[in-house]
């Protein structure tokens, strides 16, 4: 076995590289409506938002000031924090192995597809697993050094990790099903350390806490009802699509043998009464048990339980320095080669379509800016004509959201209330009365009978497409509203 030193130089190779072809990457795509959402809430400060605590739309926020409103500026952050979770994972493996085992860990956190994804997204994802995994790693030293100091980091790592994203609740009864089943470290339930931590936590969380109280719980209920709530699915169905979805995100070799690992990990706690077996499972299979439970009753995103992977990561290679049959090398080859392969895929088709796909993801990156460029022309030559301050309207979020960020003279751009979903664009500033916009709805006006009364006159203008090269992925209509009248009372504004 090489030297640690050693070790930890492949590992300055392999951050050094992955961010510079990061760094670089981020570059050729266009935002997704998702990444636009989060830059465009990031202008709109408050304590939390609709659909997300607001650790994400902060950072950007940070970025965009320093940077400019740029796709770099805006998905550097997440660059930022891949290479942060690289290091930490390998800090895990090295004090609970050695180092060769964190080295390997980083890089199957490297090439896994929803985390090599995550490292140029501009999600709520990326800060979230930061403080995962900074959790995990205080976590593993509170243990080993039994020193109380370490459960005040885990803490804090926690509360600032519920200001990312809500699934960070789930590390806390993980945590403590392995306290509860570990008799040697049992005992840090009867000690005052762990709980001043969780209340740090809770402090930390607190203006998420206050910012939903303040609004009718409305962020709380709508993670319940989207995630978790019965929605009249067949639940063998929804657990397969479940399972599929999984295959699909660490890559379907990759997941197997995860899901072999959290056997084989139990295994060797029994066998052995290894901790570090036991703490790994229990990190990672109660999140995907949990998440696995509420595929029965409504869909499970596949990267709601990403976070499982982040323990898997260190478990697998655990394992396999310690297996002797024969083919383990053909056998780590061949998972390995299978999500390089998987997730190199995956990034070459988000810029070029190889794969003639019928309903392709990774048209989600393409089109937008010539689209905003395409409304900034038709805003120009209404505004020769029309001196009052135009706005745009549009029918839904991931228009209202990508407009906002490229139409290059930055109009004010609102949501139409009248799609049915509800976000955070439904709790805004309603846009005053008595201007003039621009409508850009997906329907033509006669399938639109609430637009009307909206207007003293509406003009239909014409046509967008929404193109990825010569594919057109969507048409949209152009209509010039005259002297807005509000919206009605009752509506979502």
Known sequence: MLSEKLYAKRLLWLILFATAFRLVYVNLIDLIPDEAYYWDL???????????????????SISARMLGNTEFAVRLPSVINSGIITFVIYLIGKELFDARTGLYASVLFSIAPVYAAGSILATVDPPFAVFWTLALYCAVRAIKTEKGYWWYLLGASVGLGLTGKYIMLLFMPALVIFLLLSGSHRFWLKRTEPYIGAALALLLFSPVIVWNSQNNWASSRFQLTHGFID???SPAASLLQYLGSQSLVVSPLLFIASLLAVAYGIFLWLRNKDWRYLF?????????????????????????PMSAYLSIFVLLPSIYFQTGFAYRRALAALILGSAIVFTSAAFVQALYPVIPLKSDITDQFHGWKDLGLELEQVLTDLRRDNPKDLIVLTDSRQLTSELSFYVPSRPKVYKLPFDGKFDEYNLLEAPARGLNAVIITSRPDEKNPYLDPLFRGITEIRTLELKRGH???????????????????????
Not at 44 to 54: A, E, K, Q, R, V
Not at 282 to 288: A, I, W
Not at 471 to 493: A, C, E
Request: proline fraction near 3%.
């Open 42 to 60: 990031s202008r709109h400060h408050t304590l939390s938002y609709f659909d997300h605590p607001p650790l994400q739309m902060y950072i950007i």
């Open 231 to 233: 929605k009249k699915i």
């Open 280 to 304: 790994l499972v229990s990190m990672s299979s109660f999140v995907l048990v949990f998440f696995a439970y509420s595929s029965l009753r409504a869909k499970v995103e596949g990267n709601w």
């Open 471 to 493: 594919k057109v992925l969507r048409v949209y209509h152009l209509y010039f509203g005259r002297d807005f009248q509000g919206f009605k009372s009752g509506k979502t504004f």
